[in-house]
T-cell receptor
Framework: KQEVTQIPAALSVPEGENLVLNCSFTDSAIYNLQWFRQDPGKGLTSLLLIQSSQREQTSGRLNASLDKSSGRSTLYIAASQPGDSATYLCAVRKGGGADGLTFGKGTHLIIQP | GAVVSQHPSRVICKSGTSVKIECRSLDFQATTMFWYRQFPKQSLMLMATSNEGSKATYEQGVEKDKFLINHASLTLSTLTVTSAHPEDSSFYIC??????????FGQGTRLTVV
């Protein structure tokens, strides 16, 4: 059974810092990996999708990497801003679009102004 | 990105009643949608896979008679919580994927059973 772990569980940093969120998964046979952002009481916003054949994806200040063989992914946030404060979730999909996602418990991020 | 709309965002119901939650993919067709449940400060747990035109597939431990799923069209899936009890109170959220298997989520529904 796939298990996804995210470290750290919580993180509080001053504005402007670069930071790294970690995600690990136990079964390397994945189809893709996706990073999401969740604001309190809200749904999930897709940040980055990495297919199993890819090593990294970038969107603005966000960069996600994937090392499938070692079961790891990192989300790099550059020049953090207070608006980045949220819970960041990592999820993996085993098969194609017909399979659901397995989520980690998330990293609760607070960016101090 | 694609848009998935979920309604209602909040619902309070009396114990023993049923509640229906709708999930729509607004700008793409989804043969498969997914329903998740999230407890406070916990991650999302997949409840069931909703398949257009056929029966839903439920995860182990999820009661199919309590959580009825209907996927009548390529853009609409519904989750009905039947005979709701306080322990069913939770955050329910749906998802649909595009052709690249990128998942998009609805806004979620906060269900409170009193």
């Amino acid at each position: 059974k796939q298990e996804v772990t995210q470290i750290p569980a919580a993180l509080s940093v001053p504005e402007g810092e670069n930071l790294v969120l970690n995600c690990s998964f136990t079964d390397s046979a994945i189809y893709n990996l996706q990073w999401f952002r969740q604001d309190p009481g809200k749904g999930l916003t897709s940040l980055l999708l990495i297919q199993s054949s890819q090593r990294e994806q970038t969107s603005g200040r966000l960069n996600a990497s994937l090392d499938k063989s070692s079961g790891r992914s990192t989300l790099y946030i550059a020049a953090s801003q207070p608006g980045d404060s949220a819970t960041y979730l990592c999820a993996v999909r085993k098969g194609g679009g017909a399979d659901g996602l397995t989520f980690g418990k998330g990293t609760h991020l607070i960016i101090q102004p | 990105g694609a848009v998935v709309s979920q309604h209602p965002s909040r619902v309070i119901c009396k114990s023993g009643t049923s509640v229906k939650i709708e999930c729509r993919s607004l700008d793409f067709q989804a043969t498969t949608m997914f329903w998740y449940r999230q407890f406070p400060k916990q991650s999302l747990m997949l409840m069931a896979t909703s398949n257009e035109g056929s029966k839903a597939t439920y995860e182990q431990g999820v009661e199919k008679d309590k959580f009825l799923i209907n996927h009548a069209s390529l853009t609409l899936s519904t989750l009905t919580v039947t005979s709701a009890h306080p322990e069913d109170s939770s955050f329910y959220i749906c998802s649909a994927s595009n052709r690249a298997a990128e998942a998009f989520f609805g806004q979620g529904t906060r269900l409170t059973v009193v």
